[in-house]
């Protein structure tokens, strides 16, 4: 729980760069310097940022996607690696907590996942997105529902959801009633048109006020030679435009500071986490409003592994006496 009734926190609209991880991780690197040069506990990026989202996918087809996609694998982060050491350092050398979207490699898989590395640089969660959205199956693995818990920091209880699960009501429910004060989210931007940013405005404010908590939202940006890069058909650069709502929301569903829509940018706001209890006070959905003896949920939050074994686990120790006992009786 924080023991401020103040919170700073930091939104980051910004472009990743096509042809470098390491040169993303630094924009990374370089956006929480400057966050905390303003005074922000907290800083936000948008989906997957690091290396890119997968625009690709969404104007692609499939049978074609096999270069671009292998080009992912090349330049996907592993958890813990080089670039995650980094940020950790980062959020630790300025006492921030840092949200970060990953394309995470897992040996032969790639996954969309979400980092929240506490002020002390701790990696406090690492949660992959459950259920991959229409293209994006065919880029990433199912997450489990290990990841969907919250992260005790310092600056108080934050909860973390990656663009359209935030349309799955049971997984947004699990955070809520685990009492998240501050929600990230996080949408890939530049992406399907203005439509999709006022979902996005629509889907954040909704889960504020019923969640009661403040949202911190980013999206990404891409320039028009990133665009022209993705593909050069100008009817399919149309899906690649728009799309961006990078905004901090409070928990009575008001915009605490103007939302970015265009272009590269940091929001910065003060969250007054008295805001919280004021609203929770009116509704609280997994307190005093909830009927658990009607509606409840159950999950299964054990991660999801290819293989177990239901024997007990045999020490080296353990099989050196039985080779010895059994040696002992043949003599």
Known sequence: ??????????????????????????????????AAAKGAQIVVFPETFVPYYPYFSFVLPPVTQGREHLKLYDYAPTVPGPITDAVAAQAKAHGIVVVLGV??????????????FDETGRLALKRRKITPTYHERMIWGQGDASGLKIAETGIGRIGALACWEHYNPLARYALMAQHEQIHCSQFPGSLVGPIFAEQIEVTIRHHALESAC?????????????????????????????????AIISPEGQHVVEPLREGEGMLIADLDMNLITKRKRMMDSVGHYARPELLSLRIDDRPAVPMFSDLPAVSSQSIQESDRDDAISTN
């Open 103 to 116: 394309n995470e490699r897992d040996r032969g898989s790639l996954y969309n996942t979400q980092l929240i």
């Open 214 to 246: 403040f949202v911190i939202n980013a999206t990404g940006w891409l320039s028009d030679e990133q665009i022209d890069s993705v593909t050069a058909d100008p009817g399919l650069q149309k899906a690649l435009r728009g799309g961006c709502c990078t």
């Open 1 to 34: 729980m924080t023991t401020s009734t103040i919170v700073r926190a930091a939104a980051v609209q910004i472009a990743p760069v096509f042809e470098s991880a390491t040169a993303t991780g630094d924009k990374v690197c370089q956006a929480i310097s400057d």
